[in-house]
């Protein structure tokens, strides 16, 4: 079985090819989801009977709220303004070892800062179009 520590997964987003991994970065996680419709007849011997539907797929990130400009990271700045604008970004959740691209869009964006607290960061994006593995 291979383990691995969780810090190898970065979740990057930006145009294609030219993706950054978010800032300050503390976790990320991808989901995906199938929606099912229901086949269920008299024949079913009371049993439910499904086929799967439409698939999505949704990403979440995590992090350090900092708002320092950098040439290697997707910061907050730039977030902010792909969600302002409604930006198609590339999206690549990757541990080096196995890489999943698709395009998304922002869909969520929060920005938390308790008192006397380090002040952090949440994103979601919703994936579009086919995701791939490679």
Do not use: H
């Amino acid at each position: 079985m291979a383990i691995y520590n969780g810090t190898a997964q970065l979740l990057k987003l930006g145009a294609a090819s030219t993706e950054e991994a978010l800032i300050q970065l503390t976790n990320c996680s991808m989901s995906l989801n199938a929606d099912l419709f229901d086949t269920t007849s008299k024949e079913s011997g009371g049993w439910k009977s499904v086929l799967p539907g439409l698939r999505d797929v949704s990403y979440s990130g995590e992090g350090l709220a900092d708002f320092t400009a950098s040439a290697t990271k997707y910061t907050l700045t730039e977030i902010f303004n792909a969600y302002n604008s409604r930006t198609l970004l590339s999206v690549v959740f990757t541990n080096a070892v196995n890489t999943f691209t698709q395009s998304g869009y922002i869909s969520s964006f929060e920005l938390s800062a308790p008192m006397e607290d380090v002040a952090t960061y949440t994103i979601e994006i919703t994936g579009t179009g086919v995701l791939t593995l490679a």
